[in-house]
């Protein structure tokens, strides 16, 4: 079946740190894949979204890049703050299928000011 | 932005009782899913639901398990009866539009602890 992988459990940071968390996917075909964002006592929120290769998602200053020849879609940001500290899911979504979300392990963004 | 309510926020109940988790979705969404979160694991899909029907449902999603949305009002998750595995948070989610590609909104959750 469908998997998700994010490699860094826990990420530590300054402010104005360089950010990279790693997402690779396992799926057949052209999944759409996705960044949530979740902060403490509220649910994942939608970051943004990538539907075909080459493709880049972008959204407050994160972005990621479809690549379905690493079978990637690694989550950037040039400069953290500390209001980014939460935590980020990678997910994925079947183009053929109802909506059912596969999600990542989450990872543990903490930015220290 | 759009908003999904759930109630209660955290829910404590005895092995074998009966429990109902309720979702109040954005409103002019359609699209209803269930997601549960076991603490330290991945937030894993329950079951999805539209015009009145279960649409696709995971094996996580037991014959103890019930979803409803009686006339346009909560989007219920029923459990009867609970077990110990069921003890989880349990996350509503709710899109305007159908698939893979769609964007969910989900609330905040909603912790069952069952003893």
């Known amino acids: 079946g469908d998997s998700v992988t994010q490699t860094e459990g826990q990420v530590a940071l300054s402010e104005e740190d360089f950010l990279t968390i790693h997402c690779n996917y396992s799926?057949?075909?052209?999944?759409?894949l996705f960044w949530y964002v979740q902060y403490p006592g509220e649910g994942p929120q939608f970051l943004f979204r990538?539907?075909?290769?080459?493709e880049k998602g972008s959204s407050r200053g994160f972005e990621a890049t479809y690549d379905k020849g690493t079978t990637s879609f690694h989550l950037r940001k040039a400069s953290v703050q500390e209001s980014d500290s939460a935590v980020y899911y990678c997910a994925l979504g079947d183009r053929a299928n109802t909506g059912k979300l596969t999600f990542g392990d989450g990872t543990v963004l903490t930015v220290k000011p | 932005g759009p908003k999904v309510l759930q109630i209660p926020s955290h829910q404590i109940i005895d092995m074998g009782q009966m429990v109902t988790l309720n979702c109040d979705p954005v409103s002019n969404h359609l699209y209803f899913y269930w997601y549960k979160q076991i603490l330290g694991q991945q937030m894993e899909f329950l079951v999805n639901?539209?015009?009145?029907?279960?649409?696709?449902k995971s094996k996580l999603f037991k014959d103890q398990f019930s979803v409803e949305r009686p006339d346009g009002s909560y989007f219920t998750l029923k459990i009867q009866p609970t077990a110990l595995e069921d003890s989880a948070v349990y996350f509503c989610?709710?899109?305007?539009?159908?698939?893979?590609?769609?964007?969910?909104?989900f609330g905040p959750g909603t912790r069952l602890t069952v003893l």
């Open positions: 799926a057949s075909g052209y999944p759409a």
């Open positions: 639901f539209y015009n009145g029907k279960v649409m696709e």
């Open positions: 989610a709710s899109s305007p539009d159908w698939g893979g590609y769609a964007e969910q909104f």
């Open positions: 990538a539907s075909r290769d080459k």
